[in-house]
């Protein structure tokens, strides 16, 4: 492999140490800013310009608008419509982000990749594996069980190893102070708060999907009414109706507008199917409870058997019963630190 490699830079603080390590670590450092998603005034690309510039890097910004709204943004609101709860930036890494950048290092002479992420690539048995980053706040693993082998053989994490702290501090030495001060971006990049305005304003017609329907009770009995089933997810419990006991959303039915509210318990559950998986050997499973599960992004690990029925379909049985599993999410599945790979809820 050459020494050329291709970065990818949204101007915060971690892509900007993860140059800066790069070039200490003598590869020849091209800087790329995707434009996925912005309103106003673009300060993020104006910032990663400008450490390019400090750095004396090329850099180039590469407007990816259209096939965003196309890709992440589609598929964002029509999970909702169909009463599912999407998971935006699985959709991003498995077919787009990841795709676009490594297109763009070929196209550049680059041999690898790299960005910014809280995570590591581990070897073994001549497989590549996505590890779990040092800091567990940041850990990143969880968003990148799509990542093909070819894919990961040409990646590198330079943050993987580091804590957030041990980054800001870095920058900081260096002496690029507003580096080190940068806040960390939280959500969605398009969608970072309540998804209910964001997603009406998607749809041509929201009065067509969104208007009054039914809460009802296991048996089917009306409870009151809700404002349109897109704008609830499985597990919510805010927001809901005023009863004398807790209630949750246990199922939404698009068809009929109709929301099944339930207690706590009964949204329990011993299995579940994934559809869409993508793992690094299916030879890796057996029949045994040998492998952690998550279907959340923070700190949630659930002991599992996998079971592959077909070749877009894989059963996950738990020890332990698990709460509010979300249709449209991920499951993501691991071992020993090691991301063995994860597909979308059923």
Known sequence: MNNRILLGMSGG??????????????FDVIGITFRFWEEGENHHLADA????QQLGIQHIAYDAHEVFQQTVVQ??????????TPFPCAVCNNELK???????AD????????MGHYTQIATDNGRFFIQEGVDPDKD????LWGLRQEQLARIIFPLGGFQKTEVRKMAAARGFTYVSEKKDSLGACFCSGDY?????????????WIYPGQFVDETGKVLGTHQGYPLYTVGQRRGLIHLNRQVFVKEIHPSTNEIILA????????????RDYRLVDEILFSSEFDTVTRIRYRKQNNLSRIEITDNSHLRVVLDQPLEAIAPGQTAVFYRDGKVLGGGFIV
Request: proline share 4%; hydrophobic share 40%; glycine share 4%.
């Open 263 to 274: 207690p706590l318990q009964s949204l329990y559950k011993s299995e579940f199917i994934v």
């Open 49 to 52: 310009q400008r450490l390019a």
């Open 140 to 143: 990143q693993s969880f968003f």
């Open 98 to 104: 990841w795709n676009l950048i490594l297109q763009e």
């Open 75 to 84: 598929y964002f609101t029509d999970e909702y419509l169909a009463g599912r």
């Open 13 to 26: 603080t971690d892509s900007s140490v993860a140059a800066i390590l790069l070039l200490e670590q003598g």
């Open 107 to 114: 196209r550049l002479g680059c041999d690898r990749v790299a």
């Open 196 to 208: 209910r305005p964001f997603l009406k304003s998607q749809l041509t017609h929201p009065e067509e």
